[in-house]
């Protein structure tokens, strides 16, 4: 009966022993899942804050898109001179610069003579 006991013992110890290595292999990956569950999170929060920022650099862009165009439109307008005179050449070119760089036309010549 004494062999009988010690075999018991000794085969409750070797699954106690088994219980506990695997309880700490099983915590160690716990731990290591726990760890990549974190940074796929902090780098999942961080893609959606630059999504977010580009989704408001997009609505900033939609909404200053008609003043884009209408300014690339002003800029490439064809004047063309009334008459040849030097006068009138001298007001044409001064007119396309002034829509070149989206001057107003109060800017006057009156100093050129």
């Known amino acids: 009966m004494n062999k009988a006991l010690t075999l018991v013992i000794c085969v409750l110890i070797g699954i106690v022993l088994f219980m506990l290595i695997s309880y ?3 915590k160690a990956e716990l731990t290591a899942k726990e ?19 580009l989704e408001i650099d997009l609505q900033i862009y939609q909404e200053a898109k008609p003043k884009i165009q209408e300014k690339i439109i002003t ?8 008459d040849s005179s030097c006068e009138a050449r001298l007001h044409h070119i001064q007119d396309l610069v002034n829509a070149w760089y989206g001057i107003s036309k109060q800017v006057s010549l009156e100093g050129v003579r």
């Open 24 to 26: 700490a292999n099983i």
């Open 75 to 82: 800029k490439y307008v064809a004047l063309s001179p009334s």
């Open 35 to 53: 760890y990549e569950l974190a940074s796929l999170t902090l780098t999942l929060e961080n893609q959606n804050a630059q999504i977010k920022a």
